[in-house]
């Protein structure tokens, strides 16, 4: 997908050497977007994930579209902003319920949960997707995850409510 755009460095955009010991993308952190489909009884069915480009950290990896926050950005603007970019998902396509964070000392990320409140044409749309795909949920954990994704993923998987809309009251999902 070499053909596609990659995005000019933003003021967000930088490495953080965390005390943790680790590296992490985001000056000021991170967020993605957890998008699910459901079955007309409120199951979820499918999410949508990101298959990650080789060039990029753990690149050839299946996650979610997201990335570094923005100075002054919060996490679900963020999380959908990166999707638009990344995965060409319309915010008014879905719609946020609930979110997870991954606390580090010097870093966080966030994952924002959300379901697809209308059809939407998800596709590689920048240089950092070679796919996009909705997933069906009972093999999500069978493909090469993120390995931060794959560490997380029961703990989303168990916080998403099996009725649309149906949210634990404060939209959080509490840390990884």
Avoid: K
């Amino acid at each position: 997908m070499t053909d596609l755009p990659r995005h000019a460095p933003a003021p967000g955009d930088g490495w953080v050497e965390c005390a943790c010991g680790a590296r992490h993308w985001g000056l000021h952190g991170a967020a993605g977007l957890l998008v699910g489909r459901r079955a007309a009884d409120g199951r979820l069915t499918h999410v949508l994930l990101q298959h990650r480009a080789p060039w990029s950290h753990h690149g050839g990896t299946w996650g979610i579209p997201g990335g570094a926050r923005q100075p002054h950005e919060d996490a679900t603007a963020a999380a959908l902003r990166e999707a638009g970019e990344e995965a060409g998902v319309p915010a008014d396509a879905v719609r946020p319920y609930a979110s997870h964070v991954l606390r580090h000392p010097d870093w966080s990320y966030t994952t924002v949960l959300a379901d697809e409140v209308r059809e939407l044409d998800a596709r590689p749309t920048d240089a950092e997707s070679l796919a996009i795909a909705w997933v069906p949920v009972e093999q999500v954990a069978t493909l090469d995850l993120l390995p931060a994704f794959a560490d997380a993923w029961p703990a989303l998987l168990a916080a998403v409510p099996n009725v649309p809309g149906a949210s634990d009251g404060d939209g959080a999902c509490g840390p990884a």
